[in-house]
């Protein structure tokens, strides 16, 4: 277990998680920006290698998640971290020092190994040291503030590639993110394992039976949500701006290109994501719950999503990928305070572990579909709009599960 919580430590737990999180990310995020761009400095042959090694980290988790949670009932949080933020930084000055195909695929199977020890301990962190009055709120400060890594390692990824070369802001990233070690190792102070209790069960067989049923929707969503948001729209900004307004776009009477654009924009959403997050999860809070927050989320980003790859004006098109940008914090935010609810009720590691496993393989697909579509005919198109189609059912899905939650409530008062 961990170490007895209060009320004044919880917080600062989940902010160092958070915090050693984001410097380990710079890598990996800059490479979604710059990496479609300058494949050839990494010593790549073709584009659709591109694909492969953004989905690769992904897939390497996959056999390593369920050892990693197995592991994390063993370890303490702070062992976990620490293994992370070495994996982390090593990786991340590979990607100045390694050259082609082969040598990038084991440098992102060691970040993914690297990512499940930091999203398992993360998120078993915030569902431990929150509770059912602000788990939503928690889960949007821990996303929020890790997910600054990602601001930070695409925005200044996309300024400082072009000018000082991908092995420099490789070397430089990963000496960054070294500096988690000593956060970890003189703030941190948790010297077990992970909570894996249960918490008391309703003796309603009903009530079980939908609870089992919500986990499977749960990690359905999870899946489907990461493939959208983690994979294809992440990986594919830069290359769309490219394909629909070429290498340089003009803005405001300023020509600029679309490497530093697709960081800035991206990093937009970073910058908010503390701020906004907590809000989102703090509104999920409250009486009416989280389901009608995320089902107006799903719809919105239904409506939006497909746009991205319409033939439209560039501001229009800008206004179009904010509201999207806007749908995935709010989205993203309450799919994790979701699980987190539900793994509450059963052992935490082990269902958590599943549901990263989940994220995992739609964060994985994503890439690796979008590199392979966008090479046919219309294939941002299909793309874009496939995923629009994909957010409208999710938002049909967990209407349904709302008006049964609601009818089970009324039977059972």
Same mark, same amino acid.
């Given at each position: 277990?961990?170490?007895?919580?209060?009320?004044?430590?919880?917080?600062?737990?989940?902010?160092?998680?958070?915090?050693?999180?984001?410097?380990?990310?710079?890598?990996?995020?800059?490479?979604?920006?710059?990496?479609?761009?300058?494949?050839?400095?990494?010593?790549?042959?073709?584009?659709?290698?591109?694909?492969?090694?953004?989905?690769?980290?992904?897939?390497?988790?996959?056999?390593?998640?369920?050892?990693?949670?197995?592991?994390?009932?063993?370890?303490?949080?702070?062992?976990?971290?620490?293994?992370?933020?070495?994996?982390?930084?090593?990786?991340?000055?590979?990607?100045?020092?390694?050259?082609?195909?082969?040598?990038?695929?084991?440098?992102?199977?060691?970040?993914?190994?690297?990512?499940?020890?930091?999203?398992?301990?993360?998120?078993?962190?915030?569902?431990?040291?929150?509770?059912?009055?602000?788990?939503? $709120?928690?889960?949007?400060?821990?996303?929020?503030?890790?997910? #600054? /890594?990602? !601001?930070?390692? +695409? =925005?200044?990824? %996309? &300024? *400082?590639?072009?000018?000082?070369?991908?092995?420099?802001?490789?070397?430089?990233?990963?000496?960054?993110?070294?500096?988690?070690?000593?956060?970890?190792?003189?703030?941190?102070?948790?010297?077990?394992?992970?909570?894996?209790?249960?918490?008391?069960?309703?003796?309603?067989?009903?009530?079980?039976? $939908?609870?089992?049923?919500?986990?499977?929707?749960?990690?359905? #969503? /999870?899946? !489907?949500?990461? +493939? =959208?948001?983690? %994979? &294809? *729209?992440?990986?594919?900004?830069?290359?769309?701006?490219?394909?629909?307004?070429?290498?340089?776009?003009?803005?405001?009477?300023?020509?600029?290109?679309?490497?530093?654009?697709?960081?800035?924009?991206?990093?937009?959403?970073?910058?908010?994501?503390?701020?906004?997050?907590?809000?989102?999860?703090?509104?999920?809070?409250?009486?009416?719950?989280?389901?009608?927050?995320?089902?107006?989320?799903?719809?919105?980003?239904?409506?939006?999503?497909?746009?991205?790859?319409?033939?439209?004006?560039?501001?229009?098109?800008?206004?179009?990928?904010?509201?999207?940008?806007?749908?995935?914090?709010?989205?993203?935010?309450?799919?994790?305070?979701?699980?987190?609810?539900?793994?509450?009720?059963?052992?935490?590691?082990?269902?958590?572990?599943?549901?990263?496993?989940?994220?995992?393989?739609?964060?994985?697909?994503?890439?690796?579909?979008?590199?392979?579509?966008?090479?046919?005919?219309?294939?941002?198109?299909?793309?874009?709009?496939?995923?629009?189609?994909?957010?409208?059912?999710?938002?049909?899905?967990?209407?349904?599960?709302?008006?049964?939650?609601?009818?089970?409530?009324?039977?059972?008062?």
């Amino acid at each position: 277990m961990y170490a007895s919580k209060s009320n004044s430590s919880s917080p600062n737990v989940i902010i160092l998680v958070a915090i050693v999180t984001a410097l380990s990310l710079l890598g990996d995020s800059m490479l979604y920006i710059v990496l479609p761009v300058y494949w050839k400095e990494a010593g790549l042959d073709t584009i659709w290698q591109v694909g492969v090694l953004l989905s690769v980290n992904r897939f390497i988790r996959l056999p390593f998640n369920p050892f990693i949670g197995w592991l994390y009932q063993k370890i303490s949080l702070r062992t976990g971290l620490i293994i992370a933020v070495i994996l982390g930084s090593v990786t991340t000055l590979g990607y100045g020092m390694a050259k082609g195909f082969v040598a990038w695929i084991i440098l992102r199977g060691l970040w993914g190994i690297a990512w499940s020890f930091f999203r398992i301990g993360g998120l078993s962190a915030v569902v431990y040291y929150s509770n059912d009055a602000n788990r939503g $709120k928690a889960m949007g400060l821990y996303n929020g503030l890790y997910r #600054t /890594g990602s !601001l930070f390692g +695409m =925005l200044l990824g %996309g &300024v *400082l590639v072009p000018i000082a070369g991908l092995q420099f802001v490789s070397i430089l990233f990963g000496c960054l993110s070294f500096i988690g070690l000593p956060l970890v190792f003189y703030s941190l102070r948790v010297t077990s394992s992970p909570h894996t209790e249960t918490v008391p069960r309703v003796n309603n067989n009903v009530f079980i039976h $939908k609870i089992l049923k919500h986990k499977i929707i749960i990690i359905s #969503t /999870g899946f !489907l949500i990461a +493939m =959208l948001i983690q %994979g &294809v *729209l992440t990986s594919t900004v830069s290359a769309i701006l490219e394909h629909s307004y070429g290498e340089k776009i003009t803005l405001f009477g300023l020509l600029i290109s679309v490497t530093f654009f697709s960081g800035l924009l991206q990093a937009v959403r970073w910058a908010w994501e503390p701020f906004l997050g907590s809000l989102f999860g703090h509104w999920s809070d409250g009486p009416s719950g989280r389901i009608p927050l995320y089902i107006l989320s799903l719809i919105v980003s239904s409506f939006a999503f497909g746009m991205i790859a319409s033939d439209i004006p560039l501001l229009i098109w800008i206004v179009i990928m904010l509201i999207v940008m806007i749908g995935a914090t709010s989205i993203t935010t309450l799919t994790d305070a979701l699980a987190s609810d539900i793994a509450k009720t059963s052992n935490i590691i082990s269902f958590l572990t599943v549901y990263s496993i989940a994220q995992d393989i739609g964060a994985a697909l994503g890439p690796f579909i979008s590199y392979m579509l966008i090479e046919v005919e219309n294939g941002f198109g299909y793309l874009y709009w496939g995923g629009s189609v994909i957010f409208g059912l999710l938002a049909i899905g967990w209407t349904k599960v709302y008006l049964e939650k609601n009818q089970i409530f009324s039977q059972s008062m």
